[in-house]
């Protein structure tokens, strides 16, 4: 039993510890604390809200399974092939160098 008041003890401290870490973001976190740094210029939406959205985007897009013809497809059209496939001439170039009929 001895050893267990001292762990108990630590335990103690330890939540001591994190509720006062706890009341110190809370303090800064504040209505009035937000509002003196929107006065003072802070952009909410470009600080918190455009990585937030940013990071939920990928986390989505990681969630979703393309097929492998839109891949393919991807890889193929390009910029430069959407210029080629806009201009005749350029096409017909194209073909001749690819070896199409």
């Known amino acids: 039993m001895a050893n267990v008041e001292p762990l108990g003890e630590e335990a103690v ?13 809370k303090e800064l976190i504040s209505v009035d604390t937000l509002k003196t740094m929107q006065l003072l210029w802070f952009n909410y939406k470009a600080a918190i809200g455009e ?3 940013l990071m939920l985007k990928n986390f989505i897009l990681s969630k ?13 059209v390009t ?10 001439t350029a096409y017909e170039n194209f073909k001749q160098i690819v070896g199409i009929s």
């Open 13 to 25: 401290e330890i939540v001591k510890k994190q509720v006062e870490s706890y009341e110190q973001i």
């Open 51 to 53: 990585p937030l959205t």
């Open 64 to 76: 979703i399974v393309e097929p492998d013809s839109l891949v393919a497809l991807q890889k193929i």
């Open 79 to 88: 910029p430069e092939m959407v210029e080629i496939l806009k201009d005749q």
